[in-house]
């Protein structure tokens, strides 16, 4: 295993060549023998810089082997409760909308017919989506638009109270996983700056929408989108499962009310 080290810049600074373990023979004795032979235990590795050997103490246990394990794997968290307007715009252009009025309130399906109601478990699955959204594998930016189903993509946007708005592109799936193929960006909400546009200086108590620090909003979003943009990520087929059973599961039947007790 080879371990480089890089600048901001990209720029190597520093690379090791990680090796095989250096292992301690056990002590002899009757005991010893008696459980059979050990290949004793390990005290140190081998390691390689700059074309030399060295033997060091540390047998680094828990080196991961595998490249996606050196990753954060989370692409975005979003406290569920802050999302104030989800919706999911089909491929042929369809879309399905819930919103609520208060952080934390319950969801409301938008165009609910008479004798409808919204599925609540169904609806926070839905804002679930964002909360601690973790990928399996990632691509870069040479990944075919239609191998991968971005030509019509699924949307799903998602506004949250504090100015945010995220917008998650679902392209195709991948083998029998069913693991999808997803692009994120995020948007400075411009119902937030317009309302601050309108009134300049408002405070949390006379503004139509809280207060934000703007020049911190933009400032978030700009990072969201710097570490995101460049990226197709890879996202686990139940994560998205939810969004792709359109409305019939979230609207159903009001129950009758119960009669009375006499």
């Known amino acids: 295993v080879q371990v480089a080290m890089m600048d901001g810049a990209g720029r190597p600074v520093a690379a090791m060549r990680i090796g095989k373990e250096h292992r301690r023979s056990p002590p002899e004795g009757a005991m010893n023998r008696a459980m059979g032979a050990s290949p004793g235990y390990p005290d140190g590795r081998y390691v ?18 595998d ?3 050196w990753i954060d794997r989370e692409m975005i968290n979003v406290d569920s409760a802050k999302l104030m307007e989800i919706s999911v715009t089909s491929r042929t252009g369809g879309t399905v909308r819930l919103s609520r009025e208060m952080e934390g309130a319950p969801f409301v399906l938008q165009g609910l017919k008479e004798g409808e109601e919204t599925h609540q478990e169904k609806a926070m699955e839905w804002a679930a989506l964002f909360n601690r959204l973790e ?10 638009e239609k191998t991968a189903g971005f030509e019509a993509p699924i949307t799903c946007e998602a506004r949250s109270k504090d100015g ?25 909400d411009a ?4 309302a601050f546009a309108k ?17 911190a909003l933009r400032a978030r979003v700009g990072e969201y989108n710097k570490r995101l943009a460049p990226w197709t990520y890879l996202v686990p087929a139940y994560r998205i499962s939810g969004l792709l059973a359109g ?8 129950e009758a009310a119960k009669p009375a007790d006499p």
């Open 48 to 65: 390689g810089v700059e074309g030399k050997a060295f033997l060091v103490a540390e047998i680094f246990p828990d080196l991961p082997r």
């Open 164 to 188: 945010e708005i995220y917008t998650l592109l679902i392209g195709g799936g991948t083998g029998s996983s069913g693991d999808r193929y997803v692009r994120l960006k995020v948007d400075v």
């Open 247 to 254: 409305r019939e599961a979230l609207a159903v039947k009001k």
């Open 199 to 215: 009134a300049p200086g408002a405070t949390n108590e006379t503004a139509a929408t809280p207060t934000v620090d703007l020049e």
């Open 135 to 144: 990928f399996v594998d990632v691509k870069g930016g040479s990944l075919d």
């Open 67 to 69: 490249d996606m394990a």
């Open 191 to 194: 119902s937030v700056t317009n």
